[in-house]
């Protein structure tokens, strides 16, 4: 039998002994151990007469090293996700008591007024609100005109469109954005007090109250 044939024999004896072990051994033995016995195995398999290239057993010995390289990488980076994640919760503490513009439709009327927002990604030149009661009838539509590209805020004053005063409680708004004639896409953004902060798996999510829930991190639109 040639040397690159007992070689190759040995490797694959080796390998199939490897594989053929118990799940528990496999995960006592790192992918380094692994590699280095399998090498071993192979040099002491080999043809003393034609022992195995120099080459070839660089080439092995760098591919461990790259094993190895990508192993601490992995957990480098699996470290630094994790401290990112653990900073973002200590920053998010920090906004328990402040309100916030997050994604929504929903508006509050209390006392002299209600509070929401809008998001744009360019300028318009008209803008219309319009706010609904909780069965979804308009009770008020308010022009409010050109506006910049993005973060307003609209003010509702508590009016209907028949000059009378609506009760406070819970209401929806919807906005309508043209710039030219042509409709712009425009977010409307709820108002309201961040109560509490639950971290999670891979993300951070902030108690809204009841009409708002729980809202990501990642989608506060401003902070007061």
Same mark, same amino acid.
């Given at each position: ?51 195995? *290239?120099? /080459?070839?057993?660089?080439?092995? !010995? +760098? $591919? ?8 601490? &990488?992995? %957990? ?35 006392? *002299?007024? /209600?509070?929401?927002?809008?998001? !744009? +990604? $360019? ?8 706010? &609904?009661? %909780? ?90």
């Amino acid at each position: 039998m040639s040397s690159i044939s007992q070689v190759n024999t040995a490797t694959t004896t080796a390998a199939s002994t490897a594989t053929s072990g118990t799940t528990s051994k496999k995960d006592a033995e790192n992918p380094q151990d692994r590699f280095l016995k399998l090498l071993v195995t192979q040099m002491k398999n080999q043809d003393p007469l034609k022992p195995l *290239d120099n /080459a070839e057993v660089t080439s092995q !010995l +760098a $591919q461990i090293s790259t094993v190895s390289g990508l192993d601490k &990488l992995n %957990s480098t980076l699996q470290q630094l996700v994790t401290s990112a994640e653990d900073t973002r919760s200590v920053e998010a503490l920090g906004l328990i008591g402040h309100k916030a513009f997050v994604p929504g439709t929903a508006i509050a009327l209390s006392g *002299d007024g /209600a509070i929401a927002g809008i998001e !744009l +990604a $360019q300028p318009v030149d008209q803008l219309k609100v319009t706010i &609904l009661d %909780s069965a979804g009838f308009a009770i008020r539509t308010m022009d409010l005109g050109a506006q910049p590209t993005g973060i307003s805020t609209i003010s509702w004053d508590g009016l209907t469109d028949s000059g009378t005063k609506a009760v406070d409680g819970d209401y929806t708004f919807a906005v309508s954005a043209k710039q030219g004639g042509n409709d712009v896409k425009a977010d409307t953004l709820s108002f309201g007090m961040v109560k509490s902060v639950t971290p999670g798996d891979g993300d951070t999510h902030l108690d809204m109250g009841d009409k708002l829930g729980l809202i990501s991190l990642s989608n506060v639109k401003q902070v007061f």
